[in-house]
Each structure stands twice: as C-alpha cells, then as structure tokens.
C-alpha cells in the first residue's frame, strides 16, 4: 500500500510562487513514476506533470509547462512542484499520484488527499 501526503499549499497572489511537496510511505520509492493533477469543484481532474523514478525524465501539460516545474528527491521520498508566475486560474486542489505513467486520471492507482492552492488577483 503506497500512501501519499501532499503539503505546501495556500494562498498566494498572482505573479507568486509556491512549491507544494508530496511525501510517499514506500520503501521502494524510486521504482515509482509520481505525477501531479489539480481539479476544481465541478471540473475533471487535470494532468499537469510527470516525472519517471529516476528523476531523469519528465513531461508537463501545455498549460503550466514553462512555469511549473516537477522534481523528486528519491532520498525523502518526496516529489516537489515548483509553481511560478502563478495565476488566478491555477486556483485549484492540488493532488499528488503514483501507480502509473501517463496522463489519463483513471491510470493511477494511489492518490493524495490534496492541497488548496488559491491564487488571489
């Protein structure tokens, strides 16, 4: 059972920057590809990023790609998201996962339980 603990979220104003973190309870940590998705109430929950276990490899949506930038530390078992330049439509709840390597939502088998991220004008 692969657990997940996001953090780092709050309110920010727009132009700012966050960095949220995802902890993972795993002991083989490196071996997991972590992606991270945002939603807003009403909407489908949307790919922004992936990154393979290694580190080496990453892919972003065309929407935050340029300004967010996806990280790990297979050390701390930790992913990050570094969140630049953000807007007002980036507020959103935040979710870490693991258990796949693509984009599609339904592909994941382990998820966080999200952090508010809201970008004031």
């Known amino acids: 059972q692969v657990q997940l603990v996001e953090s780092g979220g709050g309110l920010v104003q727009a132009g700012g920057s966050l960095r949220l973190s995802c902890a993972a309870s795993?002991?083989?940590?490196?071996?997991?590809?972590m992606a991270w998705f945002r939603q807003a109430p009403g909407k489908e929950r949307e790919f922004l990023a992936v990154?393979?276990?290694?580190?080496?490899?990453?892919s972003y949506a065309d929407s935050v790609k340029g300004r967010f930038t996806i990280s790990r530390d297979n050390a701390k078992n930790t992913v990050y998201l570094q969140m630049n330049s953000l807007k007002p439509e980036d507020t959103d709840v935040y979710y870490c996962?693991?258990?796949?390597?693509?984009?599609?939502?339904?592909?994941?088998?382990?998820w966080g339980q999200g952090t508010q991220v809201t970008v004031s004008s």
């Open positions: 996962a693991t258990g796949s390597t693509g984009r599609r939502t339904e592909s994941y088998d382990y």
């Open positions: 795993v002991r083989t940590f490196s071996t997991y590809a």
């Open positions: 990154i393979s276990g290694s580190g080496v490899s990453t």
